[in-house]
């Protein structure tokens, strides 16, 4: 018989009965946060470079209005810490705006000293003060680029050195180098996902680094993410082959949604090998994955929300057979006929439900309150393969 087993808070449990329910993960947390702090895993952005000497740089979101302000010292030097990754507008008190795109985790340099005197805008140079080696992950790169699951973690396949992989159960694991899967971290909203039992990413560890079938967190919540292969900094912890730093989606002053749906069943494909047996049928499969999302404003320039939810149920195909070599039809008439019902194809059911919520308020200049809401929840039967029935 297959083992049951029960996940709450990344303990395990085993026991005989054939039905496992995995609920992991109802997180509640709120942060106050002032720009001029320095937070450790944060996934923010910076905003330096050099303006007239004693002049005020302020930057402005020109999706959401936050507005932040800067003083530049006697040699022109800025800095602007703790800024939400997006597009903002710069100026120094000249009149003249310059736009600039800030990356999640990502100090940018951009010169306010220069005049522009042709249409366009000036070059800014990425993370020029730092040895870290990565690569982002950007909102247009996710809603754009092919994936085969809507595991976010999917399109750090694309930076030279990690290695993404769906076996043939569905199960999905990310990998840096020729490390083990344990040896990544991932920080989203600067809390790690850290799977201490496991180790690796909750959501892709298990048993022998299987990994799972599920998602770690909604797509639809990710805005962008950075991944750093290495020469990370010493703020990212419990990591040995690379760090994954994640920002969440905020609303805007516009109202903004998506939704995807996608829908396959055993009528969709066709027989496998042990459904073209005398006798036998295809297995009932039907997979779904759905999700919407939607954000905007609550007060204009001050208070946003966002929330998304999304659902996957899976049919993972299985065939349970007495043993190799064995033929079940030497077999069958000696067991019980409720035990030999149970050899030929299988289906091992998975289900998922991820829930994400945001509300973020600006209650000044220099004052940030996030408020945001997690939940994972999976069930599903597993272990009905091979010499193994349900």
Known sequence: MSKQR???????????????????????????????????????????????????????????GLVRHGTAGGDGHY????????????????????????????????????????????????????????????????????????NFLEFANQVPGMQFT???????????????????DVYIDGVSQKDYIFGGITGQEGPGQAGDPGNPFPQLAIDEYKVITSNYKAEY???????????????????KGDSFVTYTNQNLRASTPAELQPGQ??????????????????????????VTFERKTLSEQNVVFPGT??????????????????FGPTTNPFSEDLG???????PTDSDRLELTYKLRLERSLQGAAGQTAA
């Open 325 to 342: 070599g064995v033929d079940p039809a030497v077999v069958d008439p000696l067991l019980p006929a409720s035990v030999a019902s149970q």
């Open 281 to 306: 049928h295809k297995a009932s499969a039907p997979s779904w994955e759905f999700g919407a999302s939607e954000g905007g404003p609550i007060i204009q320039d001050k208070m946003h929300f966002f």
């Open 237 to 255: 912890g419990d990591a040995a082959s690379a760090i994954i730093v994640a920002q969440t989606r905020s609303g805007t002053n516009e109202f």
């Open 79 to 150: 800095v602007i810490p703790g800024l939400p990754p997006g597009d903002y507008t710069v100026e120094a008190g000249t009149g003249v705006q310059q736009t600039v795109t800030l990356q999640v985790a990502t100090t940018t340099q951009l010169d306010l000293l220069q005049q522009v005197t042709i249409t366009g805008n000036r070059p800014v140079h990425q993370e020029a003060l730092t040895s870290e080696v990565g690569q982002v992950v950007s909102l247009h790169d996710i809603d754009n680029l092919p994936q085969l699951t809507r």
């Open 166 to 184: 769906v076996d043939n159960q569905g199960n999905t694991n990310l990998r840096g180098g020729a490390q083990l899967t344990s040896n990544i």
């Open 6 to 64: 029960f996940r709450r808070g990344h303990r395990l449990f085993g026991s005989s009965a054939p039905v496992a329910r995995m609920t992991v993960a109802a997180a509640v947390a709120a942060a106050l946060m002032a720009p001029a702090a320095v937070l450790a895993q944060t996934a923010d952005s910076t905003l330096a470079g050099y303006a007239p000497p004693n002049a005020t740089v302020t930057v402005r979101n020109t999706a959401t």
């Open 356 to 362: 994400f919520a945001k509300l973020d308020f600006e």
